[in-house]
């Protein structure tokens, strides 16, 4: 268990030292999301009422579309540099690399979500009072996020159209993550208490069991087609 957990690490660190050389997809990812949170608060009066009713659609919408972008930049890098190949030679299981690369995903949206929270309350002008537990809603649908994300990113590297089939796949299968991700949000900002949206918080946690492990069992047919 120790030595897997190495192998894990050191495939988080490859990533982690290849992304800080390039910094391809934190600026990726982080200048989409940036963009769609100011087009959207511009469109709204942050005074109005409705703007509590719209900011976690608009969170959501951002965070989405930007992990998209970095989960397809991610592999593409691996296919391009033959690294996957290179991965695939190495005597490790396949359900390693899958923990490398989704933690090294993982690592990737929280530090974008991170910078773009505070950006999104100020813009939009909430109360910071709800940040912590925005954010807690934020982690734990990441998590499920990226543990499907990672697993069709990795589908979609070896096809022709990679740009268009990753969104096809990955999208209809978070859904139901999203829904409950912005439905918690929205409970917050409302100031809701967390008995009323422990049905939601109790869907995340359960995506986020059931794809990780599933995601990871599937992997090694994935990579090997």
């Known amino acids: 268990m120790k030595g897997q957990n190495n192998k894990i690490l050191t495939l988080v660190g490859k990533d982690v030292l290849t992304e800080a050389r390039t910094r391809d997809v934190l600026t990726t990812v982080f200048i989409f999301a940036l963009l769609t949170v100011l087009v959207f608060s511009f469109a709204l009066e942050p005074k109005a009422e409705t703007t509590v009713m719209v900011a976690p659609g608009m969170l959501w919408v951002a965070f989405t579309f930007a992990g998209v972008l970095g989960f397809a930049r991610s ?71 990226v543990s499907v994300g990672t697993l069709f990113s990795a589908m979609a590297v070896n096809t022709r159209a990679r740009d268009i089939m990753l969104p096809i796949l990955f999208l209809p299968v978070v859904v139901p993550i999203l829904i409950a991700a912005v439905q918690s949000t929205g409970g917050i900002l409302k100031g809701s208490d967390w008995n009323e949206m422990l049905s939601w918080v109790e869907m995340i946690l359960a995506f986020d069991v059931i794809f990780m492990v599933v995601s990871s069992f599937l992997f090694r047919f994935v990579v090997e087609e």
């Open 75 to 145: 592999f593409i890098q691996e296919k391009e540099h033959a690294c996957l190949d290179g991965l695939m030679l190495c005597p490790v299981e396949r359900e390693t690399i899958y923990w490398g690369k989704l933690i090294g995903n993982l690592i990737f949206m929280l530090v974008v979500e991170a910078i773009i929270l505070p950006v999104f309350f100020i813009l939009l002008n909430l109360p910071f009072s709800f940040l912590p537990g925005v954010a807690l809603i934020v982690l734990l649908t990441t998590l499920g996020f």
